[in-house]
């Protein structure tokens, strides 16, 4: 399988604006939208506030994960990065390594609690 030249663009750009009503990332140049919190299910919130900080926090404790874990773990991130960006192909989400997926993650949850803050004050 050959692989692509780098073009010298970054496959992932999360460079958003804050003063968008909603964040916006590029994937491969292509803008997408993140979804509102509120626009997520309760399963995916529930993974997004407890899942996740769990298994960062075992990650930097280096505990060890058996590769069921692991998977699951996977299957979370891949599923709540997809949940979040809105109208993205899952062929161009699965271009994403998991590392990128976690970001997508970070700035989704970073954007969206600074937000809260604000409409709450």
Same mark, same amino acid.
């Given at each position: 399988?050959?692989?692509?030249?780098?073009?010298?663009?970054?496959?992932?750009?999360?460079?958003?604006?804050?003063?968008?009503?909603?964040?916006? $990332?590029?994937? /491969?140049?292509? =803008?997408?939208? *993140?979804? +509102?919190?509120? @626009? !997520?299910?309760? &399963?995916?919130?529930?993974?997004?506030?407890?899942?996740?900080?769990?298994?960062?926090?075992?990650?930097?404790?280096?505990?060890?994960?058996?590769?069921?874990?692991?998977?699951?773990?996977?299957?979370?991130?891949?599923?709540?990065?997809?949940? $979040?960006?809105? /109208?993205?192909? =899952?062929?161009? *989400?699965? +271009?994403?390594? @998991? !590392?990128?997926? &976690?970001?997508?993650?970070?700035?989704?949850?970073?954007?969206?609690?600074?937000?809260?803050?604000?409409?709450?004050?």
């Amino acid at each position: 399988m050959k692989r692509k030249k780098p073009t010298g663009k970054p496959l992932l750009d999360l460079t958003t604006n804050g003063r968008s009503p909603r964040a916006v $990332i590029a994937i /491969d140049g292509q =803008p997408y939208t *993140l979804r +509102r919190p509120q @626009e !997520l299910s309760l &399963v995916d919130l529930h993974a997004l506030s407890t899942k996740i900080p769990q298994a960062v926090q075992a990650l930097e404790k280096g505990d060890a994960m058996t590769q069921t874990e692991r998977a699951d773990v996977s299957a979370v991130i891949t599923r709540l990065c997809g949940a $979040i960006v809105v /109208d993205a192909p =899952p062929a161009v *989400l699965a +271009r994403l390594t @998991e !590392l990128q997926r &976690v970001q997508v993650i970070d700035v989704f949850h970073t954007t969206t609690s600074g937000r809260q803050r604000r409409q709450r004050a």
